[in-house]
T-cell receptor
Framework: SQTIHQWPATLVQPVGSPLSLECTVE??????LYWYRQAAGRGLQLLFY??????ISSEVPQNLSASRPQDRQFILSSKKLLLSDSGFYLC??????????????FGPGTRLTVL | AQSVTQLGSHVSVSEGALVLLRCNYS??????LFWYVQYPNQGLQLLLK??????LVKGINGFEAEFKKSETSFHLTKPSAHMSDAAEYFC??????????????FGKGTHLIIQP
Protein backbone atom coordinates (compact mmCIF):
# COMPACT_ATOMS: atom_id res chain seq x y z
CA SER A 1 0.00 0.00 0.00
CA GLN A 2 1.00 3.59 -0.49
CA THR A 3 1.83 6.02 2.27
CA ILE A 4 2.82 9.65 2.31
CA HIS A 5 4.87 11.31 5.00
CA GLN A 6 5.47 14.94 5.83
CA TRP A 7 7.81 16.50 8.33
CA PRO A 8 8.04 18.30 10.48
CA ALA A 9 4.45 18.18 11.74
CA THR A 10 4.74 21.59 13.37
CA LEU A 11 7.17 24.43 12.86
CA VAL A 12 7.53 27.88 14.37
CA GLN A 13 9.97 30.14 12.56
CA PRO A 14 10.92 33.82 12.80
CA VAL A 15 10.38 36.16 9.90
CA GLY A 16 13.33 36.13 7.54
CA SER A 17 14.48 32.63 8.43
CA PRO A 18 14.81 29.83 5.87
CA LEU A 19 12.34 27.00 5.44
CA SER A 20 12.53 23.38 4.35
CA LEU A 21 9.54 21.06 4.41
CA GLU A 22 9.85 17.52 3.21
CA CYS A 23 7.39 15.07 1.73
CA THR A 24 8.04 11.46 0.78
CA VAL A 25 5.81 8.85 -0.79
CA GLU A 26 6.19 5.12 -0.39
CA UNK A 27 4.73 2.23 -2.32
CA UNK A 28 4.40 3.80 -5.75
CA UNK A 29 6.66 4.91 -8.56
CA UNK A 30 6.79 8.12 -10.56
CA UNK A 31 3.88 9.80 -8.78
CA UNK A 32 2.70 13.28 -9.59
CA LEU A 33 3.43 15.37 -6.53
CA TYR A 34 1.75 18.54 -5.24
CA TRP A 35 2.23 21.18 -2.57
CA TYR A 36 -0.86 22.99 -1.30
CA ARG A 37 -1.23 25.71 1.30
CA GLN A 38 -4.27 26.09 3.46
CA ALA A 39 -4.70 29.46 5.14
CA ALA A 40 -7.17 30.01 7.95
CA GLY A 41 -10.71 30.38 6.67
CA ARG A 42 -9.75 29.57 3.11
CA GLY A 43 -9.65 26.58 0.86
CA LEU A 44 -6.56 24.95 -0.47
CA GLN A 45 -4.26 26.76 -2.81
CA LEU A 46 -2.06 24.79 -5.18
CA LEU A 47 1.53 26.03 -4.93
CA PHE A 48 3.65 23.63 -6.96
CA TYR A 49 3.38 20.37 -8.80
CA UNK A 50 5.86 17.94 -10.28
CA UNK A 51 5.55 15.15 -12.84
CA UNK A 52 9.09 13.87 -12.42
CA UNK A 53 12.54 14.35 -10.95
CA UNK A 54 13.72 17.90 -11.40
CA UNK A 55 10.43 18.97 -13.06
CA ILE A 56 8.66 21.67 -11.07
CA SER A 57 5.79 23.90 -12.08
CA SER A 58 4.76 26.88 -10.03
CA GLU A 59 1.14 27.94 -9.78
CA VAL A 60 1.51 31.04 -7.63
CA PRO A 61 4.40 33.53 -7.71
CA GLN A 62 5.80 33.96 -4.21
CA ASN A 63 8.94 33.59 -2.17
CA LEU A 64 8.60 29.81 -1.96
CA SER A 65 10.29 27.25 -4.17
CA ALA A 66 10.05 23.49 -4.60
CA SER A 67 12.41 20.76 -5.64
CA ARG A 68 12.18 17.08 -6.43
CA PRO A 69 15.61 15.54 -5.99
CA GLN A 70 14.33 11.96 -6.01
CA ASP A 71 11.36 10.21 -7.55
CA ARG A 72 9.32 10.11 -4.36
CA GLN A 73 10.68 13.13 -2.52
CA PHE A 74 9.26 16.63 -2.74
CA ILE A 75 10.71 19.58 -0.86
CA LEU A 76 9.24 23.01 -0.22
CA SER A 77 11.72 25.76 0.59
CA SER A 78 12.11 29.42 1.25
CA LYS A 79 15.18 31.57 1.73
CA LYS A 80 13.38 34.17 3.83
CA LEU A 81 9.99 33.56 5.41
CA LEU A 82 7.26 36.20 5.51
CA LEU A 83 4.43 36.49 8.00
CA SER A 84 2.05 35.65 5.18
CA ASP A 85 3.73 32.27 4.74
CA SER A 86 2.02 30.99 7.87
CA GLY A 87 -0.45 28.22 7.21
CA PHE A 88 -1.02 24.52 6.92
CA TYR A 89 1.04 22.94 4.15
CA LEU A 90 -0.16 19.78 2.55
CA CYS A 91 1.66 17.47 0.21
CA UNK A 92 -0.30 15.20 -2.09
CA UNK A 93 0.34 12.61 -4.76
CA UNK A 94 -1.58 10.91 -7.51
CA UNK A 95 -0.88 8.14 -9.97
CA UNK A 96 0.89 9.39 -13.10
CA UNK A 97 -0.80 9.85 -16.44
CA UNK A 98 -4.30 8.44 -16.79
CA UNK A 99 -4.04 5.95 -13.95
CA UNK A 100 -6.29 6.58 -10.96
CA UNK A 101 -8.57 9.10 -12.67
CA UNK A 102 -7.20 12.12 -10.93
CA UNK A 103 -7.84 11.63 -7.23
CA UNK A 104 -5.11 12.86 -5.00
CA UNK A 105 -3.91 11.43 -1.72
CA PHE A 106 -2.81 13.80 1.00
CA GLY A 107 -0.18 13.71 3.68
CA PRO A 108 -0.77 14.67 7.31
CA GLY A 109 0.36 18.24 6.80
CA THR A 110 2.81 20.69 8.39
CA ARG A 111 1.56 23.56 10.51
CA LEU A 112 3.88 26.54 9.92
CA THR A 113 3.73 29.62 12.11
CA VAL A 114 5.90 32.56 11.19
CA LEU A 115 6.39 35.07 13.99
CA ALA B 1 -11.18 27.69 -15.94
CA GLN B 2 -12.89 25.57 -13.37
CA SER B 3 -14.26 26.65 -10.02
CA VAL B 4 -16.09 25.27 -7.01
CA THR B 5 -18.59 27.00 -4.76
CA GLN B 6 -19.59 25.54 -1.44
CA LEU B 7 -22.68 27.16 -0.01
CA GLY B 8 -22.38 27.77 3.69
CA SER B 9 -19.05 28.01 5.46
CA HIS B 10 -20.69 26.45 8.53
CA VAL B 11 -23.52 23.93 8.71
CA SER B 12 -25.00 22.78 12.00
CA VAL B 13 -27.21 19.72 12.35
CA SER B 14 -28.46 17.65 15.24
CA GLU B 15 -27.13 14.17 15.84
CA GLY B 16 -29.29 11.75 13.86
CA ALA B 17 -30.49 14.40 11.41
CA LEU B 18 -29.87 14.57 7.68
CA VAL B 19 -26.59 16.09 6.58
CA LEU B 20 -26.61 18.12 3.35
CA LEU B 21 -23.51 19.95 2.18
CA ARG B 22 -23.83 21.85 -1.05
CA CYS B 23 -21.33 22.08 -3.88
CA ASN B 24 -21.68 23.71 -7.27
CA TYR B 25 -18.99 23.64 -9.88
CA SER B 26 -18.11 25.13 -13.20
CA UNK B 27 -15.96 23.40 -15.73
CA UNK B 28 -15.44 23.70 -19.44
CA UNK B 29 -15.09 19.95 -19.83
CA UNK B 30 -16.86 16.98 -18.20
CA UNK B 31 -15.54 17.15 -14.69
CA UNK B 32 -14.23 14.74 -12.16
CA LEU B 33 -15.59 15.68 -8.75
CA PHE B 34 -14.45 14.80 -5.28
CA TRP B 35 -15.42 15.25 -1.67
CA TYR B 36 -12.74 15.26 0.97
CA VAL B 37 -13.00 15.39 4.75
CA GLN B 38 -10.46 17.02 7.05
CA TYR B 39 -10.34 16.52 10.79
CA PRO B 40 -8.52 19.14 12.88
CA ASN B 41 -4.81 19.37 12.16
CA GLN B 42 -4.91 16.44 9.78
CA GLY B 43 -4.60 15.97 6.06
CA LEU B 44 -7.48 15.46 3.68
CA GLN B 45 -9.14 12.09 3.30
CA LEU B 46 -11.05 11.17 0.16
CA LEU B 47 -14.72 10.54 0.93
CA LEU B 48 -15.94 9.81 -2.57
CA LYS B 49 -15.41 10.65 -6.21
CA UNK B 50 -17.47 11.09 -9.36
CA UNK B 51 -15.85 9.95 -12.57
CA UNK B 52 -18.92 9.62 -14.85
CA UNK B 53 -19.58 5.93 -14.15
CA UNK B 54 -22.70 6.62 -12.05
CA UNK B 55 -24.45 9.81 -10.99
CA LEU B 56 -25.06 8.60 -7.44
CA VAL B 57 -21.80 7.93 -5.72
CA LYS B 58 -21.43 6.16 -2.41
CA GLY B 59 -18.46 6.86 -0.22
CA ILE B 60 -17.04 6.01 3.14
CA ASN B 61 -18.68 6.63 6.51
CA GLY B 62 -22.19 6.46 5.04
CA PHE B 63 -21.84 9.53 2.83
CA GLU B 64 -23.07 9.76 -0.72
CA ALA B 65 -23.27 12.43 -3.39
CA GLU B 66 -25.33 12.91 -6.53
CA PHE B 67 -23.99 14.46 -9.70
CA LYS B 68 -26.58 16.66 -11.43
CA LYS B 69 -25.25 18.03 -14.68
CA SER B 70 -28.25 20.28 -15.31
CA GLU B 71 -27.70 21.96 -11.95
CA THR B 72 -23.88 21.71 -12.04
CA SER B 73 -24.11 20.36 -8.52
CA PHE B 74 -22.51 17.61 -6.50
CA HIS B 75 -24.12 17.83 -3.06
CA LEU B 76 -22.97 15.58 -0.24
CA THR B 77 -25.52 13.85 1.99
CA LYS B 78 -25.72 11.47 4.90
CA PRO B 79 -29.07 10.24 6.24
CA SER B 80 -28.14 10.34 9.91
CA ALA B 81 -25.41 12.51 11.38
CA HIS B 82 -23.03 11.15 13.97
CA MET B 83 -20.88 13.14 16.36
CA SER B 84 -17.79 11.77 14.64
CA ASP B 85 -18.86 13.48 11.39
CA ALA B 86 -17.87 16.87 12.80
CA ALA B 87 -15.09 18.07 10.48
CA GLU B 88 -14.28 20.30 7.53
CA TYR B 89 -15.54 19.12 4.16
CA PHE B 90 -14.10 20.14 0.83
CA CYS B 91 -15.54 19.75 -2.62
CA UNK B 92 -13.02 19.64 -5.46
CA UNK B 93 -13.10 19.54 -9.23
CA UNK B 94 -10.61 18.40 -11.79
CA UNK B 95 -10.74 18.52 -15.55
CA UNK B 96 -8.38 15.61 -15.49
CA UNK B 97 -7.68 14.47 -18.99
CA UNK B 98 -5.14 11.79 -18.28
CA UNK B 99 -2.11 13.83 -19.12
CA UNK B 100 -0.19 16.65 -17.60
CA UNK B 101 -0.02 17.53 -13.96
CA UNK B 102 -3.40 18.98 -13.11
CA UNK B 103 -4.14 19.98 -9.57
CA UNK B 104 -7.52 19.94 -7.94
CA UNK B 105 -9.54 23.12 -7.57
CA PHE B 106 -11.07 23.21 -4.12
CA GLY B 107 -14.02 25.01 -2.62
CA LYS B 108 -13.44 27.01 0.53
CA GLY B 109 -14.81 24.25 2.69
CA THR B 110 -17.82 23.72 4.92
CA HIS B 111 -17.40 23.22 8.63
CA LEU B 112 -19.92 20.64 9.79
CA ILE B 113 -21.05 20.99 13.39
CA ILE B 114 -23.01 18.22 15.05
CA GLN B 115 -25.27 19.22 17.94
CA PRO B 116 -25.90 16.55 20.57
Amino acid sequence: SQTIHQWPATLVQPVGSPLSLECTVEGTSNPNLYWYRQAAGRGLQLLFYSVGIGQISSEVPQNLSASRPQDRQFILSSKKLLLSDSGFYLCAWRYPGSAGLGEQFFGPGTRLTVL
Amino acid sequence: AQSVTQLGSHVSVSEGALVLLRCNYSSSVPPYLFWYVQYPNQGLQLLLKYTSAATLVKGINGFEAEFKKSETSFHLTKPSAHMSDAAEYFCAVSDFSGGGADGLTFGKGTHLIIQP
